[in-house]
């Protein structure tokens, strides 16, 4: 057989593992996606809940000392 077709059929064989090869990677690499996404997903909704709760934790403190200052607040003068 001629060598530069032994290389040829060499070469498209390489070619049809690495496809197949890719595509493989390619099932499990969609699913990974997915999971991660979902994974993603949960962890950033309750980073999201914690800090609306922490800010409304930290609103309530602020208006009552709000509240305390404007009580016990000395007279202005100069009003």
């Known amino acids: 057989m001629n060598d530069f ?3 040829e059929r060499m070469a498209e064989e390489y070619r ?3 496809m197949a090869a890719a595509e493989e990677h390619n099932k499990y690499t ?3 996606k997915k ?4 994974f993603t997903y949960r962890v950033l909704s309750k980073v ?3 800090l ?3 800010g409304t934790k930290i609103q309530e403190h602020f208006e009552c ?3 305390q ?3 016990n607040s000395l007279p202005n003068f100069a009003k």
């Not at 999971?35 to 979902?38: E, N, R």
């Open 69 to 71: 200052e404007q009580r």
């Open 48 to 50: 999201g809940a914690t």
């Open 35 to 38: 999971k991660m996404t979902l």
């Open 5 to 7: 077709l032994f290389q």
């Open 30 to 32: 969609h699913l990974s």
């Open 52 to 54: 609306e709760n922490t």
């Open 16 to 18: 049809h593992e690495k």
């Open 65 to 67: 000392l709000e509240l």
